[in-house]
Every structure is written in structure tokens, then in C-alpha cells.
């Protein structure tokens, strides 16, 4: 069997994405997410729409936001307290394997 | 490919309310939410609720679904006949945000092109480019370190040449980034959905995970070890070596008087980056066991000789 290509992947470090990107990855529109950078829920550098940028955890962050919002038809506001929630509970989670628990 | 039964999905009957069917979505949404569900396969599953929950709750959808799946169970080998969506008309609210990149074959051969060409716009331009897919991929530090190559195993629905839905396993050989940490995300462009013309496939998102390590753990950028001493070495003071997970060898000098629970941080040896990381070594100190007629006679020595409390205030 011949060996298969090698896929170079690129990693997402800092703020890296782009509004148009963010959208793609979370099946969003650029409305939603403007929305939630005017409302401080997602927080990218940048002046305006051309210039955010967005990490990992942006990405991450948007996608539980927006599953919870649909799901539950949660406030935007609860869905993001949510997503804190959940984010402290990937902390506790790491730190508890770190354990050894 | 098989036919879906949406309302089996949502465990509720076909002639269940709205209401019905949000309650019903909301209980199975709990339960197998992927960030707290314990259940197996909760990731595939809320995948499927979250299918039927779109077209369900969605009147358009849900009655353009009943009319062409009246008499069809789950399972069932089904293909919609040519034009079947002809004399329904869509107003578009239904193909909201909600997720369809992820639903299966079945939903997007009924409802997937509906959109298509009747809402040009946005949306439009969006399906023209394949979706975008994540998945989770576990890797072992020693490997996320080198920066190694990494044969990754995806689970993914297809259509088979019968036309049946199978879940596939696609295998993908993927040059790991050096210095990749916990929950960053890899892309890798062109690996998602097909997309409507050549070069428009949408990019697959990995997002690392480490598997438990019995001797290292990778905190934010930081390699965090235990470094195990014995009691001379604590004491007295030693130059020892830590194996780090590429196998290379680094020596670090422990200082005299050094106390397990203590820390020895050595700067810019942990994950490589720019910045790279800090090596935080976790001091234990081991106690050789009191085994033999000379081990018993060297602690009775140090007893006899060392004027040591550890429980007196100020631990001696």
C-alpha cells in the first residue's frame, strides 16, 4: 500500500481568525457575532469587523454559545454564563486529572 | 440511504405540539450534552436530536418531512423522488443557523438545497463552500512534543454505493504542529465538506487533547513533572538528570536542603514555543526502605545522632 500523504496542519495560535473564518467554523452569521463582540460576550483585538480577530478559545467559546442558544433558546447573556461555566469546569476537570483522580 | 424517523429520535408521537416537541428536545438536550453527559455516544447522539429538533420544530420542515415520510420506519432504505419539495414553499426562516453543516446525508438530501436558489445572498455563498467540521483527537505528550506524525482515526457518516448511510472511518496521517497545548486547535484546510466547486471544500478543526501521563502533564505552556529525590540528594544538595518526553536528558541542580512538596522551575525548558514554556519539577522526596541489617542501622544512626523532630513547631 503506498504510504499516504502527510497532512500539514496549522496551528491556531493567538488571535488568528478571521470574522468570515469564525463564521464557517461555527455556522454562524457575521450579524451573530457582531452582536456578541457589541455585547462583550466574545472579545476580539480590533477596530472593527475587517480587522478582529479571533483565538482557539473564541472558537470554541462561540460554537457552546451558539449550540446553548439553540438548544434551549437561552438568552444570549445565560448562554454565555454557561459557557463560563463550562469553561471553569474544564479547569477543575484538568487540574482533577492532574491529581491523579 | 435510511430513512430517519424524527419523531422516534425525539421519542415523542407524530402528532405531538410544539410544545411538546421543545419539552422533549430540552429533556434529551440535557441528557446528552456533550460537555456533561456521561452517557455513550453523546456526542452522536445530541448530533441527531439536534437534527430532528430542526426539523421538527420548524413548520415548514416538519410538514414537507410528514408528507413524504408517511409510511416509511427508521432504518427503511429511502431515496425522495425527483422534485418531491415542488408545491411546497419555503420562506427561508427555517434555515436559521442551526448547526446544518453537522446533520447527516438524509437531512440534506430533503432539505440541504432548499435554500439554495431561492435565498441567494449570504447563505447562499455559505453552503457554496463546504462546512466545516471538528472533531477531538487524543494525543500522547511524547508525541504532541516531537511533533511527530499522527495516523488519526475519524468516524464519519457516508453514503455507500447502495445507498446506504454507514458510519466510515477515515484515516488521515497529520503532521502535528511542535508545541501544540492542551485545547489548542489545528486546521487542516481543505479537509471538511466538499464544497459546490473545486478549491471550496471547508477546513476540518482538531482540537488536541492529551491522554493521561503517568509522568509528565502539560499545564498552559508549562511541562510539570514529578522529580523523585532520595534523601542525600535532598539534603545535601545533587545534580540529577529528568528525562523529558522527546528522551533527551536535562540535568538540574538541586539545592542543599531542598523538601519534597517543594518546587524546582527551570525556565524556557517546557513546552517549545516562542515563548517556550517553563519545566516545573514537583520535588517528593523517596525514603529507601529499611530493609537490611545496615539500612536499619543507618537510620538508628541518624536517630541517635540527628536532634530531629518533624512534628515540633517549625517542622524540627
Known amino acids: ?101 | 440511504m435510511e430513512f430517519k424517523d424524527y419523531y422516534q429520535t425525539l421519542e415523542v408521537p407524530r402528532d405531538a405540539g410544539a410544545d411538546q416537541i421543545k419539552k422533549a428536545y430540552r429533556r434529551l438536550a440535557r441528557k446528552y450534552h456533550p460537555d456533561v453527559s456521561k452517557e455513550p455516544n453523546a456526542e452522536l447522539r445530541m448530533k441527531e436530536i439536534n437534527e430532528a429538533n430542526a426539523v421538527l420544530s420548524d413548520p415548514e420542515k416538519r410538514a414537507a418531512y410528514d408528507a413524504l415520510g408517511a409510511g416509511h420506519a427508521a432504518g427503511e432504505q429511502f431515496r425522495p423522488p425527483p422534485g418531491w419539495d415542488a408545491g411546497f414553499e419555503f420562506s427561508g426562516d427555517g434555515f436559521r443557523d442551526d448547526g446544518g453543516a453537522d446533520f447527516s446525508d438524509f437531512f440534506s438530501e430533503l432539505f440541504g438545497r432548499m435554500g439554495a436558489g431561492r435565498h441567494p445572498g449570504e447563505r447562499h455563498g455559505r453552503r457554496a463552500r463546504g462546512g466545516d467540521h471538528h472533531a477531538k483527537i487524543l494525543l500522547d505528550i511524547e508525541d504532541a512534543w516531537r511533533g511527530a506524525p499522527q495516523r488519526i482515526e475519524l468516524r464519519v457518516p457516508k453514503v455507500d454505493a447502495q445507498g446506504r448511510v454507514a458510519l466510515e472511518t477515515r484515516t488521515l496521517d497529520v503532521q502535528i504542529p511542535t508545541g501544540v497545548r492542551e485545547g489548542q486547535l489545528i486546521r487542516l484546510a481543505g479537509q471538511g465538506s466538499p464544497g459546490a466547486e473545486p478549491g471550496a471544500a471547508g477546513d476540518l478543526y482538531l482540537e488536541v487533547h492529551f491522554k493521561p501521563n503517568p509522568r509528565y502533564r502539560i499545564d498552559g505552556r508549562d511541562l510539570v513533572m514529578e522529580l523523585p529525590l532520595s534523601p542525600w540528594e535532598a539534603a545535601l544538595g545533587a545534580v540529577v538528570a529528568v528525562v523529558l518526553p522527546d528522551g533527551s536528558s536535562l540535568k538540574v541542580r538541586i539545592r542543599p536542603g531542598a523538601q519534597g512538596g517543594g518546587q524546582l522551575v527551570v525556565r524556557g525548558r517546557g513546552v517549545p514555543g516562542d515563548p517556550p514554556g517553563d519545566l516545573v519539577a514537583n520535588l517528593r522526596v523517596v525514603l529507601p526502605p529499611a530493609d537490611t541489617p545496615r539500612a536499619k542501622e543507618l537510620y538508628e544512626s541518624m536517630a541517635r545522632d540527628l536532634a530531629f523532630d518533624p512534628r515540633a513547631p517549625g517542622g524540627a
Open chain 1, 1 to 101: 500500500m503506498p504510504a499516504p500523504n502527510v497532512i500539514t496542519g496549522t496551528l491556531l495560535e493567538g488571535q488568528c481568525l478571521t470574522l468570515e473564518q469564525l463564521c464557517g467554523a461555527c455556522t454562524v452569521s457575521a450579524e451573530w457575532v457582531s452582536i456578541h463582540v457589541r455585547e462583550g460576550r466574545l472579545q476580539p483585538p480590533g477596530e472593527g469587523p475587517a480587522q478582529w480577530r479571533f483565538s482557539s478559545r473564541d472558537l470554541w467559546r462561540a460554537r457552546r454559545i451558539r449550540q446553548l442558544e439553540v438548544a434551549f433558546d437561552a438568552e444570549p447573556e445565560l448562554a454565555a454564563l454557561f459557557a463560563d461555566l463550562l469553561e471553569e469546569v474544564d479547569r477543575l476537570r484538568a487540574r482533577l486529572g492532574a491529581s491523579g483522580l
